[in-house]
């Protein structure tokens, strides 16, 4: 019995600042493959990929690099304001976006520390736990954190540096691996103007990761209890997944960073198909009374919440003697 590799759907690795990537590629090349009558042959597909289903979520520490906080489009400027407790207008983030299971292009960020896909959203800035329906708590979002911030004070409250304390956003690299980065830089903390945070949410196209890049992090103990939310919320506020020990807890942080990343919760669906009838499913195809046509197998995955299929064709050729220097079975 030999083996014929059908399709191979290759990782394709790209190494820099975020975590590996991964995408699906095929062989979409026609097949021939020439055996003896009666011989005994699997097709074999081999799946090498991530299935980034965004159903749920883990959450990791990860190394503190964040991108660059300045350079990118301010929304707490003259024109464009995002003062105290206020959500932005609707932003592009110039790709596609999966987060719970739905497709998002466009986002809000509000002023308190989390970027969101919902209109409408709470401007609450008392931070509350999370998972939770409550009216005041912003749902549909990433909370990172989820604070009392207050951008509306002057810029040489915290720093000197005019480049700072300014909410900002951009989206930068190159398709299908783009990422959408929101900083909220040296921000002061309401109630205590003087104490200031630096935070950045970033996004990246078609992994759907998330990461949360925290310089600094302080509580403001005088108001509100002085508690912050780091965490995912879904859009019917029932499911939560916050960095351990910080749902509407009292915590600092400096230099600290962590990452969400989608469970592949979905196996792809393989299908083999022989002149476009249905015969079998899985990864292998066994036949052992061999027919001349065109024999299929179709790969049904899960990709960015969207159902992606991949195919690829091999003829079958029959003989009735095949050539000793060859072999009874090889590939063209």
């Not at 919760?265 to 022989?274: A, D, G, Q, R, Y």
């Not at 052992?288 to 299929?309: E, H, K, L, R, T």
Request: glycine fraction near 6%; hydrophobic fraction near 35%.
């Amino acid at each position: 019995m030999r083996l014929i590799l059908l399709i191979l759907l290759t990782p394709l690795l790209l190494l820099g600042q975020a975590p590996f990537h991964y995408s699906i590629s095929i062989d979409n090349q026609l097949d021939t493959v020439k055996l003896c009558q009666g011989d005994n042959t699997i097709l074999s597909s081999i799946i090498t990929s991530t299935n980034n289903n965004t159903a749920s979520y883990t959450v990791n520490p990860i190394q503190y690099q964040p991108y660059n906080y300045s350079g990118t489009t301010v929304l707490n400027n003259i024109g464009n304001p995002l003062i105290d407790d206020q959500v932005s207008i609707l932003l592009p983030i110039n790709f596609t976006f999966c987060f719970f299971g739905n497709q998002y292009n466009q986002c809000y960020v509000g002023s308190n520390g989390w970027l969101g896909f919902s209109p409408a959203q709470s401007q609450s800035f008392t931070s509350q736990l999370v998972p939770s329906t409550n009216f005041l708590v912003p749902r549909n979002c990433i909370m990172g954190p989820w604070h009392d911030l207050n951008p509306s004070i002057a810029s040489s409250s915290c720093s000197t540096n005019p480049t700072r304390n300014y909410i900002r956003y951009r989206t930068e690299g190159v398709a299908p691996y783009r990422r959408f980065i929101v900083s909220w830089v040296n921000i002061p903390m309401y109630q205590c103007t003087a104490t200031c945070g630096t935070q950045q949410i970033v996004i990246y196209e078609s992994t759907n990761i998330i990461e949360n890049y925290i310089e600094r992090k302080v509580s403001c103990g005088v108001w509100a209890g002085g508690t912050a939310t780091q965490s995912l919320h879904n859009l019917a506020g029932n499911i939560a997944i916050p960095v351990p020990g910080r749902n509407s807890t009292v915590w600092v942080a400096t230099n600290d960073a962590w990452t969400w990343i989608p469970i592949s919760v979905i196996p792809p669906v393989i299908n083999w198909f022989i002149d476009n009838i249905n015969v079998s499913n899985g990864n292998t195809l066994s036949i052992s009374n061999w027919n001349n046509g065109c024999y299929n197998v179709s790969v049904n995955a899960q990709w960015s919440c969207v159902s992606s299929i991949f195919s690829d064709n091999i003829i079958v050729c029959v003989k009735e003697c095949c050539d000793t220097n060859t072999g009874p079975i090889y590939t063209e």
